[in-house]
């Protein structure tokens, strides 16, 4: 449950942007390649707004698929998890190109 | 801070030499959830899935919203935190190494063992990471190094803030190798930098040839591979090439050391390594 930390990271970085004014909503931007589940994020989401400006905010969490770039031919590939032989070449060797992102994109204040 | 509950405002404990009756800390200075901290996991949150819209609550509040861009990587802090960590090493000749694995694995028997093999050549310090005790640092300390404990809680990895507060304790010397052992998990340390020259994943032959299938995440995110409990091997069926072979399936780049830190088998080569990234760091401040 390492989505704990995280989820209170989001929090601290969004109730200090919002300067306490009262947040509505938050978007976050989370690759499948994140090692963060998004269901684990909602439900720290609602502990850890619990009492702050953010308390009763919507968390929108837009989910990025995995691809994969082959070192080998170049060709981009969808990526289930972080590995994987290219279906054009056959070499395991790639190197990520999307799917490991973790970012607050934007929040709605009032 | 609670990871449990993310309520909590206590840091890690740490643990230095002369502290070790003071591995209660985390239980005494740590808020418990049994107590008036009972917002942890009782109250009647409200789950997004109810009725109740952002377009209702404004109506309710007679103001419009607006929309501010953010554009944060939630992980911008700890990074940030684990480059300056990087930049001290650096500065000082130190040479930094993350090792993770599960519990099991036979990280700090390994660090014993080599500890002594390197005595009187490379100075080593530890910075070792459990959920609860001081079992391990003591273990280091009797082996010849200098060590120093954190204690996460209920916290399932070391961040490089935790890491900051405790290499200020430990101080490792200009010129040295520091060890952190990361707490006994194959999977959250993996997502956190703390500043570290090289990322080490370690597991024995005892866990079974498909465990990075399983955990891709660690091994993708190590530099170096270490299979331990070798000595075991003619016990097992198990095939140490298929085991590598799996492990490069994930990451092509792996260094892999087989070795025992029981028989010592494959120490000679292990600590080859570790001499000389010791020595390119400290040629390099």
Redesign the interface.
Known sequence: ??E????????A??AE?ATGHRV??VK?ELGRL???MPEAL?F?F???T??TILD?A??DIVEVDGLGRCLACGLQHRLD???G?CPSCGK??LTIVAGEE????????? | MCVTCGCGQTPATLLAPGDDDAHSHAQQSGHRHDDSCSHGHSHGHQHRTEERTDTNLLAALGRDARTIEIEMAVLSKNQALAERNRGWFAGRGVFAMNLMGGPGSGKTTLLERSISELRGEVPISVVEADQATAFDALRIRAAGASAIQVNTGAGCHLDAQMLAAAVERLQPQAGSVLIIENVGNLVCPALFDLGEAARLVIFSVTDGVDKPLKYPHMFRAADVLLISKIDLLPHLRIELPQMIDNALKINPKLLVFALSAENGQGMQSWCGWLRERWQVARNAA
Do not use: N, Y
């Open positions: 449950m390492h704990l930390g995280i989820t209170r990271s989001i929090v970085m969004v942007r509505l909503r976050v994140s090692g963060f909602r720290c609602d502990l850890c619990h009492g009763g919507q968390l998890i972080p590995m032989r395991p060797a973790l970012k607050i994109r934007e929040m709605e204040v009032i």
